[in-house]
């Protein structure tokens, strides 16, 4: 195993486990834990996304979509406004209100209720608690040994760590723009193999005052970028383009994200954003589920995303792919994560951005293209079943789903070609957030009830939602309340169908929407030629241009 076994087996392992479809299943497919009860420790379209995602695959392999268990966490404010999650579930426990630090992102809080409600792993999706590595360290050391459904606390630490994951990246000679860690290499492997971070390196790379932060951007050159490691979500980052204005720009990021290490990154020019979708399991596999393209951003928060990546040649998208599927390995990294570059198309050249430790906002373009459930196979790697017994996965390389034999997901003996295929994506996918922001007021986020909300899927358009007719948004609510999906066998007849989708859906509420600003995006020259950057948004909004 890449994980020791104290790290990876959870309390309710299949010696002791009772009598159950899914002990079976675990056991045939070379699984060590069975995972039966759930904790959603989310709310809003994540825990909706998970419950369904995961209900879908119990329902094709047990034909019983209950055979997994859901226990949602409810604050009072989700409970007012009648969450669609909480209704979803199997049970709900009621945590105090207010700020996640009050009930999602409070570990203690987390682990008291999965030990309370018999919890055999925890789910905490993206945002809140899920990047922490002391989640799964604290899972870990429970009572019970509730499973974390993610990667160990360690790879989080070396991987999700921007200031790390950096390092590690030179340490692996993947491209990285010039920054207040140049050249910084210094790794050690700890005892169960894997790459980590000295302290000493670490600290060499951050900044630790204004006055550092402006010696190394002068030393890199403006325009730079101030970064929070632990930011994200457009917080804990500034775009700084001359001297006069470094010092405001810095002290916010240390606001936004109090108590966070900060860095220092050259901006990068005219380039794009892409990522790589990683899946690793517990013995050292890990493979690439091809890329996205999230380039269309609004203050370094995504607007717009598409599967698979268009604007890279296929060779040099390969060589990103090669590359985050190694940095995956070289830190015992598991489950879903997802490797962010900066790709600059006038010169083909790639740079690493970050990784993130846990399932994406945008992870149905990848299950769109490439036919793999993702949180269902984020489920199935925390029972300890290896990839190759994934059927989808199995699918995706030209095998019989069912098979048992081994895959050379490398490629590295020459008879692979023979027995499996390279995998490939179908179609294209473009997919919309929507939220409920007023473009008029300068996308300022707002809350309330829904009277009505009225999205025909169709063939080719899906899209999930957090709210319900009657159900609302509070005012600790994420403003985005839903996902709109467009697939297509290009990318013009994704855009067609996503555009047609958007100018029927019907919203009727107390708060404003993004929707009919997506659809001039959409419909613009600059977006239908796949002719834009991560500035093109700021620039055209800057400009009073939408």
């Keep these: 195993m890449t994980c020791s076994d104290s790290e990876s087996v959870g309390g309710n392992t299949v010696d002791i486990a009772t009598n159950h479809t899914v002990r079976d299943f675990v056991k045939d497919n070379g699984g060590h834990t069975v ?17 369904r995602s995961v209900r879908q695959w119990a329902y094709a392999t047990f034909g019983d979509e209950r055979a997994i268990e859901f226990v949602a966490m409810a604050t009072p404010e989700d409970l007012k406004v009648n969450a669609e999650y909480i209704r979803m579930a199997d049970q709900y426990v009621e945590v105090p209100s207010g700020t996640n630090n009050n009930n999602y992102a409070n570990v203690e809080l987390i682990v008291d209720v999965a030990e309370r409600t018999g919890a055999h792993a925890v789910w905490a999706g993206w945002g809140h608690a899920s990047e922490n590595p002391l989640l799964p360290e604290s899972l870990r050391a ?25 390092i590690v990246a030179q340490h692996a000679e993947v491209p990285t723009m010039p920054w207040s860690g140049d050249g910084i290499t210094d790794t050690r492997v700890n005892e169960a193999g894997h790459l980590e971070v000295p302290d000493d390196a670490y600290h060499a790379a951050t ?11 002068l030393r890199i050159g403006f325009p730079v970028m101030i970064k929070a490691s632990e930011g994200g979500g457009g917080k804990g980052i500034r775009m700084v383009s001359k001297e006069t204005d470094f010092a405001s720009a810095f002290y916010q990021c240390q606001a936004e994200v109090p108590g966070s290490p900060i860095f220092i990154m050259k901006l990068a020019g005219e380039s794009r954003h892409l990522e790589v979708q990683v899946l690793a399991d517990q013995y050292g596999n890990a493979i690439s589920l091809f890329g996205r393209d999230c380039s269309v951003q ?3 928060q995504k607007i717009i995303e598409e599967a698979p990546v268009t604007i890279a040649p296929p060779e040099t998208f390969e060589q990103m792919e090669k590359a985050a599927v190694r940095l995956a390995q070289l830190v015992g990294y598991v489950s879903a994560g997802t490797v962010e570059y900066l790709y600059t198309p006038a010169d083909d050249k790639f740079y690493f951005l970050e990784l993130n430790p846990r399932l994406q906002v945008e992870h149905p373009t990848t299950e769109m293209v490439s036919g ?6 984020q489920l199935l790697v925390s029972m300890g079943i290896p990839l190759h017994r994934i059927r989808e996965i199995r699918h995706l390389y030209g095998l ?22 390279k995998p490939r994506a ?28 009225n999205f025909r899927s169709s063939t080719n358009v899906w899209g999930y ?9 509070h005012e600790y609510a994420d403003s985005q309340f839903g996902h709109i999906f467009a697939y297509g066998s290009s990318r013009e007849q994704a855009r067609q169908s996503m555009v047609v989708a958007l100018k029927e859906i019907s919203i009727r509420g107390d708060f404003r929407t993004t929707v009919e600003y997506l659809v001039r995006l959409l419909e613009m020259p600059d977006f239908r030629s796949n002719a834009f950057t991560t500035a093109w948004l700021d620039r055209l909004i800057s400009a009073h241009l939408t």
């Design 400 to 421: 019989d789903p069912n098979g048992t034999s081994p895959i050379d997901f490398g490629f590295a003996s020459p008879q692979s070609s023979e027995v499996q295929r």
């Design 298 to 300: 609004r203050r370094h």
């Design 35 to 51: 995972i039966t009860r759930v904790l959603i420790a989310n709310n809003g379209i994540a825990a909706v996304k998970e419950i």
């Design 142 to 166: 429970s009572k019970s040994k509730v499973v974390f459904i993610g990667p160990p606390g360690s790879a989080m630490r070396s991987l999700g760590d921007k200031i790390s994951s950096t």
């Design 465 to 473: 939602f957090s709210v319900s007719a009657n159900g609302g948004l």
């Design 207 to 217: 900044t630790h005052n204004m006055d550092e932060g402006l010696k190394q951007a």
């Design 426 to 453: 179908k179609g294209h996918v473009i997919a919309v957030r929507i939220t409920a922001e007023n473009p008029e007021a300068g996308f300022k986020p707002s809350s309330g009830m829904m009277q009505s909300l």
């Design 372 to 377: 793999v459930n993702l949180p269902a196979a």
